[in-house]
């Protein structure tokens, strides 16, 4: 049932009806809104509502309509987010804007086929690993697996790779021995509808994958589930593995048509599994991408090295390079449909600092210099990104560059740098929309700093140079545009780059006297190169403001979660509004009731919802208020009451 309580009731009177309801074994979810406040209550015996309704602060109650209730949206509006622990600090989400892939062998058969499976698989880009240890087979001749063996082998070779580890449970009397080594259990399609299995399983607390049963309908497969959240597990993923039918082609029928239902029926999250839908090799790369595009939350697939030895599903087993080309096709289709492939951080990633920055004298500082963290940035040596890191820095941290904003992102998901510098808006050129759509994408990183910066450019070219010698000027299109009234003076021919310094650096390599850069100056002493004009640019209030990301699914081990000390006085916030009259109007009055001032709202489409959009909001925060991160997370509450979906990029400091 869903409680609507009135807007006037007192504490007592909340706590009153959650201590009946909690003594009656209810499971409660308290949801507050800009106009009442919520509580989704399911339980296992059947209660009269009526009770509930002459209590004091009850304005009205609602029942669940769904035969599922804990697994229903009406239950839980927003979408679960599955966290899974990896050995390396990191925590491996399914669910939201990620794709995931499971991937590994049918059966466990031996140590040095788990090894060369979980190296493969890891290399290529799965973040889980796959491995059935107890193999239910229609025929008893068939291999069982290798039992607790097969567990210790999986679980070693999960650990040398920092994958956690899937496998199948086929009876409840396997959970004491299991229960060491696995960090996600699956339940098979023949154990969908075994009751007492998912009761003890879901008491477990432990994630769980619930594949869909050969003939279930939808309803069955979330009442299923239920069995599992009313259990006492939240970590739910429904997997669509294929359903029976008359079609003899393939092994199962993959019902793709699932994935856009269970959208509107459930806030669990969704993968599926191609290998057992199709049961032959070559076609299960083609619906592996379907069911990315169809909007699943990732892929579970059979890869094994050597599927010709395999002793179990050796024809639908997938070599490695097929998984290989399978992860770098889905990373390519991530971006179009607006999200990312998570990945596992490498053995070598940098281990992020446990005392965090620190302000000292109006300056941030990054304590222990002796392990400097790597911030990354777009361009080449002497970029004004790098600028920006060494500023903001205050040169504790050694910066270095890679090719595309993308990177950036990638960079510091995959661990490979502590920090990545992002140019966010410019005060002539406006913003850099590619990095809007990547905040969206990328949900495992987060803001936590801010720096803006002056930009001032100049005209470089190699010794020798005057403006009468040169004919032709490279640059970034925004530092062209930003000195269009210098340059038009001399009717130059004008070349896009990557970057100002990519430009610098080109001239610097061709060496005639026929072409410049424009440029930050510093690059004449990387470079090699003269500044013939200084401060060329159109306005000289020229600033860029960058921000700072770091990843967010690290564990608390690793790390620091007051990354700036000193309170923060900006939250970036993205929403999308519902599609009523009014809906942009109704989110701009929560921040003007919480006295946030936006000092910046943006839009951006959202990838493949045409006509819907992002809204970007930076606010800034009143020194006056004592707890910014709580403040800003009671304002996120109220946003959801009117916004249709809303995401935190980060409440932090802003270094002007």
């Known amino acids: ?105 049918c059966a466990v058969e031996s140590r040095q086929q788990m090894m060369d499976a979980a190296q493969a698989v890891s290399k290529s880009g799965a973040v889980m690993l796959r491995g059935g240890a107890y193999k239910p087979r229609t ?29 199948e449970i086929v009876a409840s009397e396997f959970i004491p021995v299991m229960k060491d080594y696995v960090d996600v259990y699956q339940v098979g399609a023949r154990n969908m509808q075994n009751f007492e299995l998912l009761k003890r399983l879901g008491a477990l607390g432990k994630p769980v994958i619930l594949k869909r049963g050969l003939s279930a309908t939808i309803e069955e497969w979330l009442m299923s589930a239920e069995y599992l959240l009313s259990s006492g597990t939240n970590d739910v993923i429904l997997c669509e593995r294929g359903i029976r039918t008359y079609e003899k082609a393939t092994r ?34 083609p619906m592996a991408l379907a069911a990315v595009a169809a909007g699943a939350d990732g892929i579970i697939v059979e890869v094994h090295c050597h599927p010709e030895e395999a002793k179990s599903d050796a024809a639908q087993a997938l070599y490695p390079e097929q998984f290989d080309k399978i992860m770098r096709d889905i990373e390519s289709l991530a971006p179009v449909i607006g999200k990312q492939v ?71 998901v995959d661990g490979k740098a502590r920090f990545g510098m992002v140019p966010i808006e410019n005060s002539t050129a406006g913003s850099v929309y590619n990095n809007y759509d990547n905040l969206a994408r990328f949900e495992d990183v987060s803001i936590v700093g801010a720096i803006t910066l002056r930009i001032e450019h100049s005209l470089l070219a190699p010794k020798g140079a005057t403006l009468e010698t040169i004919r032709t000027v ?48 510093r690059n004449a002493d990387i470079y090699d190169l003269e500044i013939i004009s200084q ?81 970007y909001g930076d606010a800034a925060i009143s020194e006056e208020i004592e707890e910014p991160e709580k403040y800003v997370s009671d304002v996120m509450e109220k946003l959801k009451t009117v916004a249709a979906d809303v995401r935190l990029l980060g409440v932090y400091r802003e270094n002007k």
């Open 1 to 105: 049932m869903v409680i609507v309580l009135k807007k006037d009731i007192s504490s007592e009177e909340k706590a009153g009806i959650k201590r009946m309801l909690a003594a009656r074994s209810f499971k409660l979810n308290e949801i507050r809104g800009e106009e009442s406040t919520i509580i989704a209550a399911v339980g296992k015996l059947a209660m009269d509502i009526r009770e509930v309704e002459v209590m004091q602060g009850v304005a009205k109650v609602i029942p669940i309509s769904k035969p599922y209730k804990m697994a229903s949206r009406e239950f839980k509006p927003d979408n679960t987010i599955v966290e899974v622990p990896n050995g390396r600090g990191q925590i491996v989400r399914v669910g939201g804007r990620r794709l995931v892939s499971i991937a590994g062998p």
């Open 139 to 167: 025929s008893p001749y068939s291999f069982q697996g290798l039992g607790e063996e097969g567990l210790k082998y999986l679980k070693e070779a999960g650990e040398k790779f920092g994958l956690p580890v899937v496998t």
């Open 252 to 285: 199962n029928t993959l019902d793709l048509s699932a994935i856009p239902v269970l959208r509107e029926m459930t806030h669990l999250p969704i993968i599926v599994d191609p290998s057992h839908a199709l049961g032959v090799r070559d076609k299960i790369p």
């Open 474 to 521: 490279y640059s970034h299109p925004q530092a062209l545009a930003q000195s269009s009234d210098f340059l038009k003076a001399h009717k130059w021919n004008q070349i896009d780059t990557v970057s100002t310094a990519s430009g610098a650096k080109l001239v610097a390599e061709k060496g005639s006297v026929e072409n410049a850069a424009v440029a930050n100056a």
């Open 342 to 412: 998570a990945h596992i951080m490498t053995e070598n990633a940098q281990s992020p600092l446990t005392s965090g920055i620190r302000i000292e004298s109006g300056r941030i500082k990054v304590e222990r210099p002796a392990s400097r963290p790597k911030c990354v940035f777009c361009g080449e040596k002497g970029a004004y990104a790098e600028s920006a890191v060494e500023k903001f820095f205050c040169s504790s941290a050694d910066a270095e560059h890679v090719h595309s904003f993308d990177e950036i992102f990638q960079s510091v």
């Open 535 to 615: 401060g060329i640019e159109n306005d000289p209030n020229n600033y860029t403001r960058f921000v700072v990301i770091e990843a967010n699914h690290v564990g608390s081990g690793t790390r620091s979660d007051d990354i700036i000390s000193g309170k923060a006085n900006m939250a970036t916030f993205m929403f999308s509004t519902k599609n009523e009259a009014g809906a942009l109007y109704d989110a701009l009055g929560i921040f003007k009731k919480h006295g946030l001032s936006l000092n910046r709202l943006e839009s951006r489409p959202i990838a493949g919802k045409p006509w819907q959009y992002w809204f």
